[in-house]
């Protein structure tokens, strides 16, 4: 068995640091001071498909093997543990289930945003009442003619303060005890999803919360998958604690480490009655979820 890396995963690691020291090492201190996203260096980042690692190529991801994405994010998160940790999130919770459980239609309408970098995604499970253990989530998404009213919160979403999209859990048969989960894909600048405040926090990035009340949300069309529900949160999760690992071991026990960590924005939001047409795309990443 190989354990070295290849000349592609050591060309990417010089690539990375290369970058990461010359571009985001050098901005640290003021988003530590200010809590600032740069969006100037994450254009760049875009350039290099970042925010695709392991997204194939048509969807304008960087098609990237799992070893190699992990590199990259070892690498920023080596200079800015907050970008590591944004690109890290973006990927394997945001990203990674759009691609695995969403339609080609979804695809098309939010995988390619992502990929590109064009949006910043979330993965909005965590609530209140709700963290660790995830049968307990409170949101609701309750069928109503051609939609779903989505209401609850959600709490410690990293990115939240940046997003564009959304990966809102909630349950559709609330009476049902730790059944019948879905996803919901909605894009921050749908109406009623509100967004607080920020304000700083110890030692991650651009976390935020997000409440939604009353979010009108299409009923999905049949070509929308019937996978998804507590599949579409276990596995992007597992690849999430992953990444997290080399991102940690490579912030975590260095000087610059606490340099590095920008101020956190941390917030609550809410959503309010959003009025999807069901003609559109399909919103529920996976289809009507699974009763699990």
């Known amino acids: 068995m190989r ?5 592609k995963q050591a060309v990417i690691r010089r690539t990375a640091r290369k970058f990461a020291e010359a571009k985001l090492a050098p ?5 530590d001071r200010t809590g600032h996203f740069p969006w100037d260096i994450a254009e760049e980042m875009a350039e290099l498909n970042y925010f695709g690692l392991e997204i ?19 690498e920023i998160s080596r200079v800015n543990a907050a970008m590591g940790l944004c690109v890290s999130v973006h990927n394997s919770v945001s990203a990674y289930p759009t691609y695995k459980f969403g339609s080609e239609n979804q695809h098309e309408n939010f995988l390619v945003p992502l990929a590109s970098g064009k949006k910043i995604g979330t993965f909005c499970l965590t609530e209140p009442n709700a963290g660790s253990d995830a049968s307990s989530l409170e949101t609701t998404a309750t069928r109503q003619g051609d939609d779903y009213i989505l209401n609850g919160n959600k709490v410690f979403v990293t990115n939240g303060g940046v997003s564009g999209i959304n990966l ?6 609330p009476s049902e005890a730790g059944k019948g989960f879905t996803v919901f894909i909605v894009e921050s600048d749908r109406e009623g999803l509100e967004k607080g405040l920020y304000r700083g926090t110890d030692g991650y990035a651009w976390e935020s919360g997000l409440s939604h009340y009353s ?4 009923y999905p069309s049949a070509e929308s998958s019937r996978r998804g529900g507590r599949g579409a949160q276990d596995r992007p999760l597992n690849a999430g604690r992953w990444t997290n690992r080399h991102r940690g071991s490579s912030s975590g026990y260095r000087p610059r480490f ?8 941390k917030r609550t939001a809410s959503i309010r009655e959003i009025h999807l047409p069901v003609w559109g795309y399909p919103e529920l990443l996976g289809g009507y979820g699974n009763a699990c």
């Open 215 to 218: 979010q009108r949300l299409p």
């Open 56 to 74: 194939p190529a048509q969807y304008g991801g960087a098609a990237l093997d799992t070893v190699s994405s992990a590199i990259v994010i070892e």
């Open 168 to 173: 809102i859990f909630s349950r559709v048969h």
């Open 27 to 31: 901005a640290a201190a003021e988003m």
């Open 258 to 265: 606490f340099r590095s960590i920008s101020q956190i924005c």
């Open 3 to 7: 354990f070295e890396p290849t000349m």
